[in-house]
């Protein structure tokens, strides 16, 4: 059975070094007695070193990463990161997708350059505005084009996140979406997928929701909500608040 996965997104936050080594020293606290769910912080780049040396239970991951190496000033390689004992990387996040231009090829590259570094890549899909129930053509193709030409024996270290950008905590008015509708984007995920490369190698991807989870939904999303977990953002940057999601989690299954 898949372990679930949990992701701490700090994005840029916090604003000093020394705050991050005091969160990455709690969150070790609370995810150090918990079994079945892996639990991976995603810190600021210059941070990553520092908060490595405060976590032993929980893995190390990166926001981004670049898809190859030279002369490209602040751009960090996967292999770079991979030296350090990064271990997943979030890929085509929102926030990427909408300040930085990052598109579907450029994604795909990023994704085929991870995996090729021995890391898990994490690609973040999902709508801007909501629409209805069905889940729009739009997350399929950002699956689709995050996926290409990717070999199905890869499938396994991959993580999908669904998280509908109407639903991110710092999108004004946000609203977390409902299981049911993380349910029906799940499976419209695994059945993309599936017609990419068999339902086994879809199956073994791992699915995430994302958008102002909070000990409060937690529990419905990995229970109801088809999902293997979560990807975290304002939630992780509290203590009590992912100590809690991550119990939650860890008594779903
Ligand atoms: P949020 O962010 O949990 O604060 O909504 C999630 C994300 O953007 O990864």
């Known amino acids: 059975m898949k372990h679930f996965l949990l992701i701490a997104n700090w994005k840029?936050?916090?604003?000093s070094l020394e705050s991050a080594r005091v969160l990455a020293r709690s969150l070790e606290r609370e995810a150090k007695r918990i079994r079945?769910?892996?639990?991976?912080v995603a810190p600021p780049y210059p941070f990553l070193i520092p908060v490595q040396r405060e976590l032993r239970?929980?893995?190390l991951g990166a926001q981004d990463s670049f898809w190859t190496f030279g002369p490209y000033t602040g751009d960090v390689s996967p292999r770079q990161l991979s030296s350090l004992g990064v271990g997943y990387v979030i890929i085509g996040h929102s926030e990427r997708r909408i300040y930085h231009g990052e598109t579907d090829s450029l994604i795909n590259k990023k994704m085929k350059a991870v995996l090729e570094a021995g890391m898990s890549p994490v690609v973040c899909v999902g709508e801007r505005e909501r629409t209805g129930r069905d889940i729009p053509a739009l997350v399929g193709e950002q699956v689709r084009g995050a996926f290409r030409e990717i070999p199905s024996r890869f499938y396994a270290r991959i993580g999908v996140a669904y998280e509908p950008v109407w639903a991110i905590s710092t999108t004004p008015g946000a609203v977390p979406d409902t299981p049911e509708n993380s349910f029906r984007a799940s499976m419209?995920?695994?059945?993309v997928l599936a017609d990419a490369a068999g339902k086994k190698s879809a199956d073994s991807v791992r699915i995430l929701y994302g958008g102002s989870v909070s000990p409060l939904n937690i529990g419905s999303f990995v229970r109801d909500g088809g999902v293997d977990g979560a990807?975290?953002?304002g939630a992780s940057l509290d203590r009590k608040a992912f100590g809690e999601i991550i119990r939650i989690t860890s008594r779903a299954r």
């Open 57 to 59: 239970k929980i893995n």
């Open 12 to 15: 840029s936050n916090p604003q």
């Open 188 to 191: 419209y995920i695994r059945r």
């Open 231 to 233: 990807l975290v953002g």
């Open 36 to 40: 079945g769910v892996d639990i991976v």
